[in-house]
């Protein structure tokens, strides 16, 4: 599978002005709530997620239990990512302009990215990217919910269902390449009743 799956425009979000304009200011809010946050520190633990761990378009919380060893976390506020107590380092980067991470090869155990997943527009360039950041095994944890700025994300992610999501991004990793088979999974029961978490993983080939 590759790219030439998707369909023209799918990419494409209701605002094309650039990312840096609508993340210029800080939101010190959280995006999902505290039982789905709770929910994503659990899968956390449960894959063993630690060591030099990279929070992808992060903001002013990450979500572990634990704190890692050393978490990296890279998004659009400056002001956002120098408030996250869990991390050691915090670098500002806009991957729908430039895909390509700003990491050495093999410079991470893991990578994790909640609830922005939906915003990227060069997906599985990102994917693969995250790949050569990965050290062999190490995991790529995307979770996501119900929830977003709908004039960011695009197109492709506004017209398909939460089921659909998953397949979604298991379909970036596919695409992508330098991943084992994804797991994707929803990961709070249909009942529940705040917001669901959706979970795609899936670890970099050896």
Known sequence: MDATVFPPGFF???DPSPDADFYSWPRLVTHIDDAAIA???ALYDE???GGAV????????SHFRETPRHLTVLGMNAEELAQNRQARAAVVHDLNLTPGLPFAAA??????C???VDYLTRPIEVFADVARVLRPGGPFVCTFSNRCFPTR????WLSTTDEQHLDLVAAYFRAAGGWGEPVAVRRTPTS???DPVFAVWAHRSA
Not at 153 to 156: D, E, F, L, T, V
């Open 54 to 61: 990279l929070d992808l378009m992060s903001s002013w919380v």
């Open 47 to 49: 894959l063993g997620i």
């Open 153 to 156: 994300a695009i197109r492709g």
């Open 192 to 194: 529940h009743p705040g």
């Open 107 to 112: 410079s991470f155990d893991a990578v994790v």
């Open 39 to 41: 929910v994503v520190g």
């Open 12 to 14: 494409d979000r209701a």
């Open 114 to 116: 909640c609830a922005s």
